[in-house]
């Protein structure tokens, strides 16, 4: 769907003028507070009273050597806490978080997606509301355009179906998919449309020997509120659409604060950060270290001993904890050091069992492959301002409000290397995601950094009044892509660009 700029702008105006009548509203349970966090109905749920859930790993058909899988977005319901009734949520396959796809390097995998999402889900989405389609994007990946989930290229409703490929050429890493509707993806990840992606490289993971099985857990961190009856709350009010949605409890993999049995070893946990725009510093009660091995594009070349780790909305951390030295009954609380009363504990895990641990922590991961910063030839800034624009709020790139009848705001050429500079002045962070590319983060605030140190990103904060250049090598593909600040109420509030990469001239 192409929308001229005005009829955009008139709809961005239409849409926070339409938070009233958005599905589930509470709004006696809205905070109006500068944080944009909402307020839930029912506060004071027991923490570490339900076990931790792991997604199910979906089963692919195999047709012709690519892994073929069927999922069906859809309205489920969910349990997310012992005290609260059921939960409906959007999900794929109507489970939340979505089931976990296990890809192979250079194996491809094909998804259909179904859209058997409700057309109006309580009445309201009506007129331009309503051909809002979902699109499926897959966080982290590098693909072909029309596999990217562009939000031109979304699935009607009715049973609308798109097929996405995906090559798995890239480096092994934790991606993760979810809804990117233009104007819609704050609500509609927020609802559930979110699942992960692990990307498997046998012959460097296998070597290194790290845990696996039933030790290996992914762990994707939201934040949520709840209204009387059980039901998410979502509105956006001026201060959402400025600080972006914050739920004021916590939860693991659609667990409101779980715990989790564990054995006296060594665990890796794949983290996911799913939520909308919180932060989480991540540390742990026992004062052990959280050992990094891997970011947003796979693993390090070393692994980092941390006291805290910070995790912006879509950042991923691949961590060890190290539970060999803990006697019997010890509790060890995952603690978020930004969040306060109910935001600042995550999950527990539980000393259960002594076994005998043979397995350490390598020492090194895989080499690290610097981009060559002497070849970078272009260079391109982008400011990133909240502006108001016919009396709404809304956050631009260059000045402009992402519409995608606009001319893109980057055209690099395909195998080609540039310095992206993102300049923020705004009081809010940042977390920039450009589709379709890792890079590597190269100066921030004039200060000239160690890439190596971050590993590989496809997600990078930009913090408040704060410059960061990053250094993006374009590979084979052609064609458009969007970037955005994964903050979703940002992104949905036109926090988004293009870039259309060319053939050589
Ligand atoms: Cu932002």
Known sequence: MRLPRRKFLRQLVTFAGAALCLPRLRT????????????????????????????????????????TYAMTMQVGSVKCHRDLPATEIWGYN??????????????????????????????????????????????????????????????????GTREYLYPNQQRACALWYHDHTHGKTGERVLKGLAGLYLLRDASIEAKLKLPSGAREVPLIIQDRSFGLDGQFLYALNPPTVEAGFQGDNLLVNGVV???????????????????????????LSSGDPLIQIGTDGGLLQRPKTLVSLDLAPSERADIIIDFTKLPLGSQVVLQNLNGAGSTAAIMRFDVTKRVKETRKVPA?????????????????????????????????????????????????????????????PTNHPHPMHLHLVQFQVVNI????????????????????ASEVTILVKFGKYTGRYVFHCHNLEHEDFAMMGEFQVLPKP
């Open 257 to 283: 604060q779980p715990f989790m049995p564990v054995e006296t070893a060594l665990y890796r946990f794949r983290v996911l950060n799913g939520s909308n725009s919180r932060t989480y510093k991540l540390a």
């Open 364 to 424: 090194f991961l895989q080499p690290w492959e610097e981009l060559a910063e002497s070849e970078s030839v272009i260079v391109r800034d982008f400011t990133l301002a909240r502006q108001t624009i016919d009396g709404a709020l809304i956050w631009t790139i260059n000045g402009k409000a992402y519409d995608s009848a606009n001319a893109p705001l980057a055209s690099p050429v395909v195998d080609s290397l540039e310095h992206w500079n993102f300049i923020n």
């Open 445 to 464: 605030n004039g200060v000239p950094q160690e890439p190596s140190e971050f590993g590989w990103k496809d997600t990078v904060v930009v913090p408040p």
């Open 94 to 159: 109507g489970i939340f978080p979505g089931p976990t796809i296990v890809a192979h390097k250079k194996r491809a995998v094909s998804i259909v997606q179904t859209n058997n999402l409700p057309m109006s889900h309580d009445g309201h989405e009506t007129g331009e509301m309503a051909h809002m389609l979902p699109a499926v994007h897959l966080h982290g990946a590098e693909v072909a355009p029309d596999s990217d989930g562009h939000p031109n290229d979304g699935i009607p409703f009715g049973g």
């Open 28 to 67: 006696f349970a809205q905070s109006h507070g500068h944080d944009g966090i909402t307020t839930s109905a029912i506060t004071g749920l027991a923490p570490f009273v339900d076990a931790l859930r792991i997604p199910p790993v979906l089963k692919p058909k195999t047709v012709k050597k690519v892994d």
